[in-house]
């Protein structure tokens, strides 16, 4: 069974662009979760989907949003990057069952 | 100012030896607990799960104990290996979801050989 996936895996961007990531789940997996890796924070959960749902939010602005697609595909976007937001995003995915499995990360740097 | 890189614990050990990696947790709430190993330049791995109504799970070469009463998480892993060199990480669901987890700052563990 293939893994999560998620493209690009290493992204360079500049403050005040804007960026989207794509994550793919496991096959049959129907949540998918975002978080955010960084040296200062480490991990922080930023949202959940489900069935094309945002199910659950984590406490980032408004600059960060997502989607589900019907094929439980994901996406996340940042909307005028700020060089905080460098870091490594990852996505897991799960359901029915709880246990979240994670893709290997984007890493995102903001110049 | 310039943010300031999480101070992870560390654990060295000996190859052979067994490890235990603790956690404390945060939300008395938290009923579902998970154990992720992330290796350099890696996503976390799952590595083992407990419940609330459990103090005690196994798994390959892994234990999780779980004590509520000090909101206390422990990883043991049996016989470390080189390859078991990682940071590992604690989470609860203390946002009441499965899906919406609190990680811990995690601890590096590096085994020598």
């Known amino acids: 069974k293939a893994g999560v996936t998620q493209t690009p895996r290493y992204l360079i961007k500049t403050r005040g662009q804007q960026v989207t990531l794509s994550c793919s789940p496991i096959?049959?997996?129907?949540?998918v979760s975002w978080y955010q890796q960084t040296p200062g924070q480490g991990l922080q959960f930023l949202f959940e989907y489900f069935s094309e749902t945002q199910r659950n939010k984590g406490n980032f602005p408004g600059r960060f949003s997502g989607r589900q697609f019907s094929n439980s595909r994901s996406e996340m976007n940042v909307s005028t990057l700020e060089l905080g937001d460098s870091a490594l995003y990852l996505c897991?995915?799960?359901?029915?069952?709880?246990?979240?499995?994670f893709g290997p990360g984007t890493r995102l740097t903001v110049l | 100012g310039e943010s300031v890189g999480l101070h992870l614990p560390t654990l060295s050990v000996q190859e052979g030896d067994n490890s235990i990696i603790n956690c404390a947790y945060s939300?008395?709430?938290?009923?579902?607990f998970i154990w992720y190993k992330q290796e350099s330049g890696k996503g976390p791995q799952f590595i083992i799960d407990?419940?609330?109504?459990?103090d005690k799970r196994q798994g390959q070469r892994v234990t999780v104990l779980l004590n509520k009463t000090v909101k206390h998480l422990s990883l043991q892993i049996a016989a470390t290996q080189p390859g078991d060199s990682a940071v590992y990480f604690c989470?609860?669901?203390?946002?009441?979801?499965?899906?919406?987890?609190?990680f811990g700052k995690g601890t590096l563990l590096t085994v020598n050989p």
């Open positions: 939300n008395s709430a938290s009923d579902y």
């Open positions: 989470a609860e669901n203390s946002g009441g979801s499965n899906y919406k987890l609190t």
């Open positions: 096959s049959g997996h129907r949540s």
């Open positions: 407990i419940r609330s109504n459990m």
């Open positions: 897991a995915s799960s359901f029915p069952k709880d246990e979240q499995f």
